[in-house]
């Protein structure tokens, strides 16, 4: 008998929702993406009700409904991490007891309020924060057996774990607890460096290759002690948020100067700063691995957790060929736990079959588990406004056209079948453009994204292209692998040039690197995309025969938003995107829509005042 489960995260950071049923994922999104407020904490009533549309079930049809983490753990590190702080801790207090008391402990009232019922069981049932994502990352991986990692910023008590995973049971074995945590760590870095916590982080690693890491030695000295099995401690009289609402402290300023005021000049300093933190990141997350390896004696190894979305570390595990075969959950942060917990009630509580993958693929879909919009939907959209398109419902047809208008130097706004599930575009809801040019970066991060502008930018690879442009071995099908361009591919840069550049970041980043300039950072890496047919068919088709136009097997892909914004979930979503800034041509599944055909768009809202910048 199988069973449908439905997980829920909220109340920290990118709240979210998951439905399983018999172990399989049938759906899964994160409120964001509904609300339009980005990283939205708020209890996740329509990624709830989209989890039902999407199963066809009523409420009562569930047979459990499970939490991600547990509040009363939660609260008893509030209560004694306050008590320590002594009088400093009030503050401190208020803001946890207005998280935990007012909201996480009544869970079970707002699931009622939403939907009406708690399923077959009558009660709310609780997994752990670490556990949750120790399951997103093992039960939906391709492995019957692997070593786990999970590392965040904190869940109850938790910061660091190491486990495994067999058939339908998960063991944690090791873990490090708060106030010692490597995701807290480097978002004190995020805040020094002048952007904000639980969303800057990946403008840090990206800002890291740009540095040197000179700040290291005082890093390893004065903030954090790492043993050889990479377990740590950090010297917590640096940092701010045991005692107050901030990340860093006077102390740490005196050490490594003050924070970037956000929004003003990126310096030599912070690019250094970040260079430096990814740095020791990196070295942790290694002698984890090796540790996990040796201990827990398995040669797959899942991660999770809000460092495993740190994927330059990930390339370096998996350049180390600690294991054999690795797999990351790409929605590593707290959204995912929404779908480890509803994991965990399948596997663990109602003991569901786990099913093995097919052709080693993994469980995960593609995470392709948000809603998707059928052509009708969209053309009554599009008639009613009265926008101009024209539709091609022939499969090849619109790829050759969509592969056609990359190939001119042409930026597309890409909206093709579900959304995806986690922080990154997978050619779903994606803007795509032509790697070849040098300028596209440049004209995606400033017309487009309106983005810092030493910001990279991924490329989508059919599979097979794939050994030929990157030293990557293995399919990284949700970009969360970093890993070199090959040398034959490479530009050098003339060092006169750069030493002449100093901080003028702009000209550095306007120095082609490669032969295709628009996907390679600084110190010629990539952040990869693999696309196979099985993930996404359509995605394939476009970039083959992208590939037929210019002999050159990728696309740059970056998702469908501006900054601060969520990624489009909805056409009208994308629409307003697509007006709003310098994309040329927008893909509504089997509709096409030229910008220069288009009505004046009547927005009364900037995007700048509407969207909290990131």
Known sequence: MSHTVLGISAYYHDSAAALVRGGEIIAAAQEERFSRKKHDPRFPKSAIN???????????????????????????????????????????????????????????????????????????????????????????SPFDEAAIITVDGVGEWQTTTIGFGRDNNIGLLQEINYPHSLG???????????????????????????????????????????????????????????????????????????????????????????????RVTEDVMLRIARYARKEIGMKNLCLAGGVALNCVANGKILSEDIFEHMWIQPAAGDAGGALGAALMGSHVYFNDHRAKGTNNRDRQKGSYLGPAYSDAEIGAFLERHGYPFRQLQDFNERASAIADALAQGKIVGFFSGRMEYGPRALGARSILGDPRRKETQSVMNLKIKYRESFRPFAPSCIVEETSKYFELNTESPYMLLVAPVKKEHQIQMDENEILQAGEDMIQVVNMPRSDIPAVTHVDYSARIQTVSTDDNPFFYRVISFFKELTGIGLVVNTSFNVRGEPIVCSPQDAYRCFMRTDMDLLMLESYILVKEDQPRFKDDHDWRKQYELD
């Open 50 to 140: 989209y989890c039902l549309e999407e199963a066809l079930i009523e409420p009562q049809d569930i047979d459990a409904v499970i939490f991600y983490d547990h509040p009363l753990l939660t609260l008893d590190r509030v209560i004694k991490n306050c008590i320590a702080a002594g009088p400093h801790g009030e503050v401190q207090f208020k803001k946890a007891a207005r998280s935990t008391l007012g909201t996480k402990l009544w869970v079970e009232d707002e699931v009622r309020k939403c939907i009406g019922s708690l399923g077959k069981r009558g009660r709310l049932l609780y997994s752990k924060h670490h556990m949750s994502h120790a399951a997103s990352a093992f039960f939906p």
């Open 184 to 278: 807290l760590l480097y978002s004190a870095f995020t805040y020094l460096c002048g952007f904000k916590v639980n969303s800057g982080e990946y403008k840090l690693m990206g800002l890291a290759p740009y540095g040197e890491p000179v700040f290291e030695s005082l890093i390893r000295e004065h903030l954090i002690d790492i043993k050889q099995d990479g377990s740590y401690r950090l010297n917590t009289e640096y940092f701010g948020y045991l005692d107050s609402l901030a990340m860093t402290n006077d102390k740490m300023h005196t050490l490594l100067g003050p924070p970037r005021t956000p929004e003003s000049r990126i310096t030599k300093r912070e690019m250094n700063l970040a260079a430096s933190i990814q």
